[in-house]
T-cell receptor, first 112, second 115 residues
Framework: LAKTTQPISMDSYEGQEVNITCSHNNIATNDYITWYQQFPSQGPRFIIQ???TKVTNEVASLFIPADRKSSTLSLPRVSLSDTAVYYCLVGDSSLGNNRLAFGKGNQVVVIP | NAGVTQTPKFQVLKTGQSMTLQCAQDMNHEYMSWYRQDPGMGLRLIHYSVGAGITDQGEVPNGYNVSRSTTEDFPLRLLSAAPSQTSVYFCASSRTDRENTGELFFGEGSRLTVL
């Protein structure tokens, strides 16, 4: 399974765009990239998933370069409620994302 | 739909006691899994199941047993609790097919303390 590497933590001011990077040098051809968000005392929540180029939904955008060895989750105009841990997972979702490793994630703190 | 339901939400055990954490989902998902989360750590996979009657080990399976007799239920058993099993436990489920993202749906967690 492809291993992911993320920064441990980052701070951002309210209203700014936040870009969170994830490295996955050993990504396989069938692997998708999925991001989750976790608030304190809650289970993680799905944010977005992509395979290549760019994916956008109502919450975030996901940028994936051509070599797919990294990805960037972009949160536009963050608010205090976006303070959370963000996890990047890489794997073949048709085999079940429940077998993938979450790692320690990236703690994002939004500052007023 | 209630989604993924975990019980109990809180539990205190003494070392050596046994207990079962219950997990039920009403979304007819094939895949279910158990994670534990310790302070400052991400989620570590304990056991998972790809369907009724099929289970397999994750990253940290020692000290835990699971079974999957029905699609809906996936209980996690601690046969002889140890202080090292003090943690927050999350159950998750997902459906998987090529047209689906494989999105994981998590329960609210069960906080276990072993004295």
């Amino acid at each position: 399974l492809a291993k992911t590497t993320q920064p441990i933590s980052m701070d951002s001011y309210e209203g700014q765009e936040v870009n969170i990077t994830c490295s996955h040098n050993n990504i396989a051809t069938n692997d998708y990239i999925t991001w989750y968000q976790q608030f304190p005392s809650q289970g993680p929540r799905f944010i977005i998933q992509g395979y290549k180029t760019k994916v956008t939904n109502e919450v975030a955008s996901l940028f994936i370069p051509a070599d797919r060895k990294s990805s960037t989750l972009s949160l536009p105009r963050v608010s205090l409620s976006d303070t959370a841990v963000y996890y990047c997972l890489v794997g073949d979702s048709s085999l079940g994302n429940n077998r993938l490793a979450f790692g320690k994630g990236n703690q994002v703190v939004v500052i007023p | 739909n209630a989604g993924v339901t975990q019980t109990p939400k809180f539990q205190v055990l003494k070392t050596g006691q046994s207990m079962t954490l219950q997990c039920a989902q009403d979304m007819n998902h094939e895949y279910m899994s158990w994670y534990r989360q310790d302070p400052g750590m991400g989620l570590r996979l304990i056991h998972y199941s790809v369907g009724a009657g099929i289970t397999d080990q994750g990253e940290v399976p020692n000290g835990y047993n699971v079974s999957r007799s029905t699609t809906e239920d996936f209980p996690l058993r601690l046969l002889s609790a140890a202080p090292s099993q003090t943690s927050v436990y999350f159950c998750a489920s997902s459906r998987t097919d090529r047209e689906n993202t494989g999105e994981l749906f998590f329960g609210e967690g069960s906080r276990l303390t072993v004295l």
